[in-house]
């Protein structure tokens, strides 16, 4: 994306949450400043809208423990109605397609789907064919949006508890994303997050795990020695190895990959004194990261997983406010 791309962008139209491409460094403002106020300590902290008439629909056709649960708890503090789909008991087992599937929960009259599909691409089809909002809870190795948003929500407040104040934005953070990015909607999501904020990112991967091309991505550096970059890393960033994604050869020799490219004990304790560890999750212990370091005081692994549940409430809040004030502008 060039500079006269961002310029000539819109604003965020809040129809839907499908990139965070959508939303610009405003949009993202906006969403953490929601969640800011909803997590506030009293006489801060915001009552989350009341949204009983609303119903949201998490679709999701890949497992899922934190997003689906994440999403589901956020539209309960809303008070939406929460209809769970499950693909393996639905009549997608009959052949139905999943034009015919979305536009069935679409007829329920549901205002929002969150959607979660292998395919890459899904989610923009989806808007195309619904009136609901679609929000991406992870469409192949395309994007993760909402999993960006909560980790900069994380970091953001975790750089505010170091410095006594919370940062405006992330401008030189050094910030190294580690794994498997070739297979990765959040690395995706992460590294247009991070660097709309202000972070120099860094890739660090053996070549097989790399995208094919990393032109138009907004990156400081490709790496394949994670011994190189760690001193220099505020936040190391590691990602799983995606097994099921793995069309090409699979990599096997997991020791090899630890070896070189785990967030070792021994790496871990190269890095700067203060620097942070991120994990979306689900983590393999003892494959990308060591146990003790996953769980070490530095690590936000379930600092992320807590603020999915805010993040996401403020998503959505933000989306059905949107459509409430367009059907009450539509009757005046
Ligand atoms: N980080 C993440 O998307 O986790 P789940 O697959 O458990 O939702």
């Known amino acids: 994306m060039t500079k006269t791309d961002v310029v000539?962008?819109?604003?965020?139209?809040?129809?839907?949450?499908?990139s965070i491409e959508d939303l610009r460094p405003e949009g993202i403002r906006d969403v953490l400043d929601l969640a800011d106020r909803l997590q506030g300590e009293p006489p801060t902290r915001a009552t989350p809208e009341d949204f009983h008439h609303a119903t949201v629909a998490t679709v999701f056709f890949e497992n899922s423990t934190r997003t689906r649960l994440s999403f589901e708890l956020a539209a309960q503090q809303l008070s939406a109605k929460v209809l769970n789909f499950n693909a393996?008991?639905?009549?997608?087992?009959?052949?139905?397609?999943?034009?015919?599937?979305?536009?069935?929960?679409?007829?329920?009259?549901v205002d929002v789907i969150v959607i979660r599909h292998a395919s890459s691409g899904v989610a923009v089809q989806a808007s195309r064919w619904v009136n609901a909002a679609i929000i991406n809870a992870g469409d192949g190795q395309h994007e993760h949006p909402t999993q960006a948003l909560l980790d900069l929500f994380t970091l953001r407040q975790a750089l505010g508890t170091q410095r006594g104040v919370m940062p405006e934005d992330l401008t030189g953070l050094r910030v190294a994303i580690v794994g498997d990015i070739r297979h990765s909607r959040v690395a995706r999501s992460e590294v247009l997050a991070l660097s709309a904020m202000g972070a120099h990112v860094?890739?660090?991967?053996?070549?097989?795990?790399?995208?094919?091309?990393?032109?138009?991505?907004?990156?400081?550096?490709?790496?394949?020695?994670?011994?190189?970059?760690?001193?220099?890393t505020d936040l190391c960033y590691v990602l799983r190895?995606?097994?099921?994604?793995?069309?090409?050869?699979?990599?096997?020799?997991?020791?090899?990959?630890?070896?070189?490219?785990?967030?070792?004990?021994?790496?871990?304790?190269?890095?700067?004194?203060?620097?942070?560890?991120?994990?979306?999750?689900?983590?393999?212990?003892?494959?990308?990261?060591d146990s003790l370091v996953a769980d070490?005081?530095?690590?936000?692994?379930?600092?992320?997983?807590?603020?999915?549940v805010t993040i996401r409430a403020a998503v959505l809040s933000l989306l059905l406010g949107a459509r409430r004030d367009e059907i009450q502008g539509a009757v005046k």
């Open 88 to 109: 393996d008991s639905s009549s997608v087992k009959k052949g139905e397609s999943l034009r015919d599937t979305l536009s069935t929960i679409d007829a329920f009259g």
């Open 296 to 308: 070490a005081p530095n690590s936000l692994i379930l600092a992320q997983v807590r603020n999915g």
């Open 202 to 232: 860094t890739l660090v991967a053996p070549s097989p795990l790399l995208p094919t091309s990393v032109e138009g991505w907004p990156i400081e550096a490709v790496s394949s020695d994670l011994d190189h970059v760690i001193a220099n």
């Open 8 to 18: 000539a962008m819109p604003r965020w139209d809040r129809r839907n949450l499908l």
């Open 241 to 289: 190895i995606q097994h099921e994604r793995m069309v090409e050869a699979r990599l096997d020799d997991l020791d090899a990959y630890r070896h070189r490219f785990g967030l070792t004990l021994e790496r871990a304790a190269r890095l700067p004194e203060g620097a942070l560890i991120m994990h979306p999750g689900p983590i393999n212990r003892g494959v990308e990261i």
